[in-house]
């Protein structure tokens, strides 16, 4: 051979095997175990077999037929699954998964549906037709016996001429076929009363059946509306304890709120005390002992608040009694010495608009304070309110009431 033709059929040679290998590559699965290959074949003929013969039975209308197409698919079914393990030696290398799964599916057929009709065809044949020829004699002897006995009656015995091989006509022979006769119905008297009781027990079963699945069901039922019962409870506790919460929240943002704004106040006071000066010492010690009270009350009303160690109502009243308690007994010295009449009068009222709502309609003819100016008379008025019970004065701010 030329070296180039040589040369061509090595290079078309190694262009087949990369093709292989691709396609190999590609689909791992093409190369397959031979005794995998034969196993499957084997188990999927079987299958097709053991379905095409219960199709035929389904067909066939004789009982006995049936009965014998059924027997020929049992016996087919352990002949060959017996075989399997010898004829291609499968386990060798452990489980191989396609063949494991036929087996699976031939073994269901068999057990599913294969022994479920043999099972109800042998339940018909031992009601309808059992033992044909002890049928067939029980009714030869029961005529013989009827005859014989009917001839033995009307004393023909000569008449009676029975059937071929029948003992001689006698009244003793008529007594014996009729005692067999007698065990003969009572026999049948009892396979009569084992066939009830078979169905007997047969409805029992499929009542006791019927019983456990309502059973089952009706507990499958009461799980799954307890499960909704505690699903909407735990949403409703849930929802409640959002409630509870977001009042709590509300409730603190209010407290803080109003604790911040006579703050505020009591800053302001602070910064006019530092403009005071020097030249009125006994004033300033006054203010400033004004504004150490007043701050101690509100963190005593803050903390009181928190606690819960006195209702809101009573807390807040002792503040506001503390607030007019401490502006009145400086009110005389402040007004005086630095002119604060109106500023106390109108930090009161601030401190009044914190705590009740509709604080623009303040003003008394009551007098709380003793003093006879007309800031010191205003001041006495703010004081005055400030004491009034909250229940008299309508809540027209919520947000800024505690």
């Known amino acids: 051979m030329p070296k180039t033709k040589h040369k061509q059929a ?54 006995y037929q049936k009965h014998r197409i059924i027997q020929e698919v049992n016996g087919e ?26 087996v699976d599916e031939v073994r269901a057929l068999y057990e599913e549906k294969i022994l479920s009709v043999r099972d109800n065809l042998e339940r018909e044949l031992n009601q309808k037709n059992t033992h044909p020829q002890e049928e067939q004699q029980k009714a030869v002897a029961k005529k013989l016996a009827e005859g014989m006995k009917q001839a033995v009656e009307d004393e023909k ?36 009363e084992r066939k009830k009781e078979i169905q007997m027990q047969q409805d029992e079963a499929f009542a006791a059946k019927e019983q456990a699945t309502e059973i089952a069901s009706a507990l499958i039922e009461g799980v799954a509306k307890q499960q909704v019962e505690q699903q909407d409870s735990a949403f409703a506790a849930k929802e409640q304890a959002t409630e509870i919460a977001s009042a709590i929240l509300e409730e603190a943002q209010k407290r803080e709120a109003v604790i911040k704004r006579v703050e505020r106040i009591l800053d302001n006071l602070a910064l006019k005390i530092e403009g005071i000066g020097q030249h009125h010492p006994e004033a300033r010690a006054q203010a400033v ?49 630095l002119g604060w009449g109106e500023y106390l ?11 009740i709502a509709g604080a623009q309609k303040l003003g008394s003819n009551a007098t709380f304070f003793n003093t006879s100016s007309k800031s010191g008379q205003a001041v006495t008025e703010t004081g005055q309110e400030l004491q009034a019970d909250e229940d008299e004065t309508p809540d027209q701010n919520p947000a800024a009431n505690i």
Not at 345 to 355: G, Q, Y
Request: contains cysteine; proline residues 3%.
């Open 157 to 192: 015995f000569g008449e009676f001429q029975g059937y071929v091989g029948t003992p001689p006509i006698t009244r003793e022979n008529v007594d014996k076929i009729a005692e067999q006769l007698e065990k003969i119905n009572k026999r049948d008297a009892l396979e009569n």
């Open 77 to 102: 079914y352990h002949d060959k699954m017996g075989k399997l393990s010898s004829v291609y030696n499968i386990g060798r290398v452990g489980h191989i998964k396609a063949v494991d799964d036929l």
């Open 289 to 337: 002992n004004l504004h150490n009270t007043l701050m101690k009350g509100l963190t005593t009303l803050e903390v009181e608040l928190k606690s819960g160690q006195k209702s809101r109502k009573e807390a807040t009243d002792d503040f506001k009694e503390l607030c007019s308690a401490t502006i009145m007994s400086v009110m005389p010295a402040l007004e005086k010495d």
């Open 10 to 63: 090595t290079h078309a040679t190694k262009k087949v095997n990369k093709k292989e290998m691709k396609e190999q590559a590609k689909n791992p699965e093409v190369k397959k175990d031979p005794a995998e290959a034969g196993a499957v074949k084997y188990l999927t003929d079987l299958k097709n077999s053991m379905v095409e013969k219960l199709a035929k039975a389904e067909k066939v209308k004789g009982l």
């Open 345 to 355: 009068k109108n930090m009161l009222k601030s401190i009044a608009n914190v705590f």
